[in-house]
């Protein structure tokens, strides 16, 4: 999965910013979908980060919730200096035509001050990606 920037959704904390890009990885059976999610987690401040953890959540249309949280992203803690992005894609399986992902990252920053960074709410509709009509956040 390549990072599109013409489907990204977008929300900034203070000095940092998340982008996310949403794609259907395989939609053979509409009441099963595998879905395909890339973040790109950007340090726009002036001291150097790790992002310590995620604490995500995707509410499918029929109000099931799946969680990911945990520490890291695939085992590693990603050190960003000034100006360095961290890019990070996973997949979730969801049970309907429709689901938003949202959520946060923990970074501590070189002082030990730690941030809650805030993920864009990403739509995973079946419908809008079939027909063209995903829009900007």
Same mark, same amino acid.
């Given at each position: 999965?390549?990072?599109?920037?013409?489907?990204?959704?977008?929300?900034? =904390?203070?000095?940092?910013?998340?982008?996310?890009?949403?794609?259907?990885?395989?939609?053979?059976?509409?009441?099963?979908?595998?879905?395909?999610?890339?973040?790109?987690?950007?340090?726009?401040?002036?001291?150097?980060?790790?992002?310590?953890?995620?604490?995500?959540?995707?509410?499918?249309?029929?109000?099931?919730?799946?969680?990911?949280?945990?520490?890291?992203?695939?085992?590693?803690?990603?050190?960003?200096?000034?100006?360095?992005?961290?890019?990070?894609?996973?997949?979730?399986?969801?049970?309907?035509?429709?689901?938003?992902?949202?959520?946060?990252?923990?970074?501590?920053?070189?002082?030990?001050?730690? =941030?809650?960074?805030?993920?864009?709410?990403?739509?995973?509709?079946?419908?809008?990606?079939?027909?063209?009509?995903?829009?900007?956040?």
């Amino acid at each position: 999965m390549s990072f599109n920037e013409d489907i990204t959704y977008s929300a900034v =904390t203070g000095d940092f910013q998340i982008s996310a890009v949403p794609e259907i990885l395989d939609s053979a059976d509409c009441n099963r979908v595998l879905w395909a999610y890339c973040l790109r987690i950007e340090n726009n401040s002036d001291k150097p980060i790790c992002l310590l953890k995620r604490n995500f959540c995707i509410t499918d249309n029929h109000g099931r919730n799946y969680y990911d949280c945990g520490q890291g992203f695939h085992n590693e803690l990603p050190d960003l200096q000034p100006g360095e992005y961290y890019e990070f894609e996973d997949t979730a399986v969801i049970e309907g035509q429709a689901a938003v992902l949202y959520g946060y990252c923990t970074a501590v920053d070189s002082d030990g001050t730690e =941030t809650r960074i805030k993920l864009p709410f990403i739509s995973l509709n079946l419908s809008a990606e079939k027909s063209g009509k995903i829009s900007d956040n």
